[in-house]
């Protein structure tokens, strides 16, 4: 209790002491979640205070401009809002509280704690769009990064410092395979990001992370999909925010973002009560612009010599590899898992689909033998995945493709190697070895 008075007295005494005037504003204005405040000048980005002098306090976040009124959009439900009550500024536009105090707690959009722990004092602040750099700033990829599962450590390498989607249907899989990556991983510091999910995975995900050792490196900022839209994005610039906060003091981050569909989702909730206008299936331009803007701010830093290596999920609505979000987040990644149903329902766990799946940095960060075993597994998995439904008829002659034949051989070998219990990990050491002895003898 003494330390927690010395920390907030000493945050009292560093602040600078402000005289000015405190302005206010009015609600003029209600329409669902957006509200048109008169008589107050906040930039976008600023959160306001709505304080009726009952008791009742609101807080929404300044949206954009129209006709000399401030547009808002409420981080709550809008009941019991009033027309005339007052709106009031508060913390610092534009800024997002960060710092070590985040490691081992789980938080909300706002940086408010949800698991039941005192109070936060982060100490600092991170623009909430990011500090932008020159492309040219960007360290290469050139070191592989272990994620502790086979099928990816052997086949799509990860790079410290990439950016991958793992892309898939609902219920095949994403959140099992992101924490399983999430345990076996290797990084200084880990930065989850729930967004738009279940409130159920999001109590399942802090009750098997944030214990132990792994707990002192984790932060987890979760916003379910219950919550206001622009809490949803807060949330996903806040996780951003923390991982790019941890790199500059030189660590090695892993961010997680589950999901990045849910923040396309809320960005396109956003643009869509600003009366912008949807283009490709709904989604605005600035919804998927959204999404270009947060995954570049993941990456190697040449001037701090830290990384965040950032993985997103990516829902693939009904299964379309073809959605607009998938195809967005497939061209500006660097690198995907693509999640088979079809896998999945036969048992096999990761159900990843090795011929769909790509790392764009594999040939950088592994060594030409890997490469090689990789290229020969993925052309065995294709030839056999092609023609199992002649297989399975009886209708392919044995002899007639000499791949096809191999695939077949080594069919048992390959689906005990794709497949992992979620409790193991596989090393990338182990991986790679375990690919050279299943491959290497067959070329």
């Given at each position: ?128 769009g990011g500090k932008r750099t020159g492309a040219l700033d960007r360290a290469s990829v050139r070191e592989p990064f272990d994620t502790g599962i086979r099928a990816i450590n052997a086949l799509t390498t990860f790079g410290v410092g990439q950016r991958v989607g793992i892309m898939a249907g609902s219920g095949v899989g994403k959140s099992v395979l992101i924490d399983m990556i999430a345990h076996g991983a290797q990084a200084d510091v ?254």
């Amino acid at each position: 209790m003494l330390n927690l008075a010395d920390v907030t007295l000493g945050e009292l005494a560093a602040a600078p002491l402000d005289l000015a005037p405190r302005r206010f504003g009015r609600v003029a204005a209600c329409d669902g979640g957006l509200i048109e405040v008169s008589g107050l000048s906040v930039p976008i980005g600023g959160l306001c205070r709505i304080d009726d002098g009952k008791g009742t306090t609101l807080r929404a976040e300044a949206i954009g401009f129209r006709n000399g009124r401030t547009m808002m959009m409420m981080l709550g439900d809008s009941v019991l809002l009033r027309s005339g009550v007052a709106v009031r500024p508060e913390g610092q536009p534009g800024m997002l509280p960060v710092g070590p105090a985040y490691l081992g707690r789980a938080v909300d959009g706002l940086g408010e704690p949800i698991d039941g722990g005192p109070a936060l004092h982060p100490g600092a602040q991170w623009p909430a769009g990011g500090k932008r750099t020159g492309a040219l700033d960007r360290a290469s990829v050139r070191e592989p990064f272990d994620t502790g599962i086979r099928a990816i450590n052997a086949l799509t390498t990860f790079g410290v410092g990439q950016r991958v989607g793992i892309m898939a249907g609902s219920g095949v899989g994403k959140s099992v395979l992101i924490d399983m990556i999430a345990h076996g991983a290797q990084a200084d510091v880990v930065v989850v990001g729930l967004i738009g999910e279940r409130a159920r995975e999001v109590s399942d995900f802090v009750e098997r992370h944030m214990h132990g050792e792994a707990a002192a490196r984790t932060a987890v900022v979760a916003v379910p999909a219950d919550h206001a839209a622009n809490l949803r994005l807060r949330g996903a610039l806040l996780a951003t925010s923390l991982a790019e906060y941890f790199r500059a003091q030189g660590l090695r981050v892993l961010l997680i973002q589950d999901s990045l569909t849910r923040i396309a989702h809320a960005a396109r909730e956003i643009g869509i009560l600003l009366g912008e206008p949807g283009a490709a299936r709904g989604y605005p331009p600035s919804a998927l612009s959204t999404l270009t803007k947060l995954v570049e701010r993941a990456g190697n830093s040449a001037e701090s010599g830290g990384s965040i290596t950032a993985i997103y999920t990516v829902l693939a609505d009904g299964d379309d590899q073809n959605d607009p979000v998938v195809d967005t987040a497939r061209s500006i990644l660097d690198g995907h898992i693509v999640l088979s149903r079809d896998l999945a329902q036969r048992g096999q766990y990761p159900a990843i689909d090795v011929g769909a799946s790509l790392s764009r940095v594999m040939s950088d960060v592994a060594d030409p033998a890997l490469n090689a075993c990789a290229r020969k597994l993925r052309a065995l998995v294709s030839a056999y995945e092609s023609n199992r439904d002649l297989l399975l008829m009886g209708a392919y002659r044995a002899g007639a493709d000499p791949l096809i034949d191999q695939g077949i051989a080594l069919q048992p070998q390959i689906a005990a190697f794709l497949a992992q219990a979620v409790g193991e990990r596989v090393p990338l050491g182990r991986a790679r070895a375990e690919l050279l002895g299943l491959i290497g003898d067959e070329q």
